[in-house]
């Protein structure tokens, strides 16, 4: 069964700690995203990844950065965790999309709820 | 500037009842992409479906149902003879389908669909 795996599913951390969350995927999908949910305001995007080591800042990249080493792993760093950073944090993956295939569908990780204190 | 609202917050129906979930979009491109996904309580989004702004077919999968309107910019999602499985949370999303590589989602509010038994 195809999946991604979001390393963690509950977290709790200080003010000011780094934190990692790993996102694996097994598709071989060049896309890779993280999404940050919030009541009220859905999914926003974070960073986004379209081959390995490349990145693209999203719709609120502030206080986050991400590292795609290998094409299955992405990583979302906090580098200074803030109170106003807990949330549900959501990895996803899909192939590449194009004039013709147009859109592909987003495969999503179960997700990693973030709580700084 | 792309945006998706879904206006519905929460909607609670008895088991048995239709109900008809609202997403409205806005997009200047031509060519652009819309989804719905669903959020069971399990946390996991789950990928309903794909439609493209050139095929205004309404779509009937089992119980669901979907109503795309390009004249009022406007993707409902209905479903007949709701049940206590349906009970989730649903985003509707757009995507634009320009140049080489697409898969950026942006993403409604969400609703949350409570089915009473």
């Known amino acids: 069964d195809v999946k991604v795996t979001q390393s963690s599913r509950y977290l709790v951390k200080r003010t000011g700690e780094k934190v990692f969350l790993e996102c694996v995927q097994d598709?071989?999908?060049?896309?890779m995203f993280w999404y940050r949910q919030d009541p009220g305001l859905g999914l926003r995007l974070i960073y986004f990844?379209?081959?390995?080591?490349?990145?693209e800042k999203g719709d609120i990249p502030e206080g986050y950065s991400v590292s795609r080493e290998k094409k299955e792993r992405f990583s979302l760093i906090l580098e200074s965790a803030s109170t106003n950073q807990t949330s549900m944090y959501l990895c996803?993956?899909?192939?590449?999309?194009?004039?013709?295939?147009?859109?592909?569908?987003?495969?999503f990780g179960a997700g990693s709820r973030l709580t700084v204190l | 500037a792309q945006k998706v609202t879904q206006a519905q917050t929460e909607i609670s129906v008895v088991e048995k009842e239709d109900v008809t979930l609202d997403c409205v979009y806005e997009?200047?491109?031509?060519?652009?992409?819309l989804f719905w996904y669903k959020q069971p309580p399990s946390g996991e989004l789950v990928f309903l479906i794909r439609?493209?702004?050139?095929?205004?077919q309404n779509e009937i999968s089992g119980r669901y149902s979907w109503n795309f309107q390009k004249s009022t910019s406007s993707f409902n999602f209905t479903i007949t003879a709701s049940q206590v499985v349906d009970s989730a949370v649903y985003f509707c999303?757009?995507?634009?389908?320009?140049?080489?590589?697409?898969?950026?989602?942006?993403f409604g509010q969400g609703t949350t669909l409570q089915v009473k038994p």
């Open positions: 996803a993956s899909s192939l590449r999309g194009g004039e013709i295939s147009g859109a592909n569908v987003l495969t």
């Open positions: 997009t200047r491109d031509t060519t652009y992409y």
């Open positions: 999303a757009l995507s634009e389908a320009r140049g080489g590589n697409t898969g950026k989602l942006i």
């Open positions: 598709m071989d999908h060049e896309n």
């Open positions: 439609r493209n702004s050139f095929d205004e």
């Open positions: 990844s379209y081959d390995v080591k490349m990145k």
